[in-house]
């Protein structure tokens, strides 16, 4: 079992940039991968970053390629989203989730956070 936790969500301006955090424990070697997602209420999940073990692969969705970046402290367990020029339509749950393999489906996901709220105003 791999548990995680999300923070560092909240409400900005647009052109404003915060920074998502997703700390796991637990079994993290038998899933090693990490991405984030993020999701509006009657919409699918959609996907936003992910990246391997060793930091060597990360995927971007086209939305956020650019402004995003995704990165991790493996000696913290820690996986982080930092988002810059955000925009109105950033607004959504970002969820993080950890699987075996790098990947952009959300099905690719064995473990997933609470979420965090992230708000963009106009």
């Known amino acids: 079992q791999v548990q995680l936790v999300e923070s560092g969500g909240g409400l900005v301006q647009a052109g404003g940039s915060l920074r998502l955090s997703c700390s796991a424990s637990?079994?993290?070697?038998?899933?090693?991968?990490m991405g984030w997602f993020r999701q509006v209420p009657g919409k699918e999940r959609e996907f936003v970053a992910a990246?391997?073990?060793?930091?060597?692969?990360?995927y971007y969705g086209d939305s956020v390629k650019g402004r995003f970046t995704i990165s991790r402290d493996n000696a913290k367990n820690t996986v982080y989203l930092q988002m810059n020029g955000l925009k109105p339509e950033d607004t959504a749950v970002y969820y993080c989730?950890?699987?075996?393999?790098?990947?952009?489906?959300?099905?690719?996901?064995?473990?997933w956070g609470q979420g965090t709220q992230v708000t963009v105003s106009s």
């Open positions: 990246i391997s073990w060793r930091s060597i692969i990360t």
């Open positions: 637990g079994r993290t070697n038998s899933s090693p991968a």
């Open positions: 989730g950890a699987g075996r393999t790098t990947v952009r489906a959300s099905a690719g996901y064995d473990y």
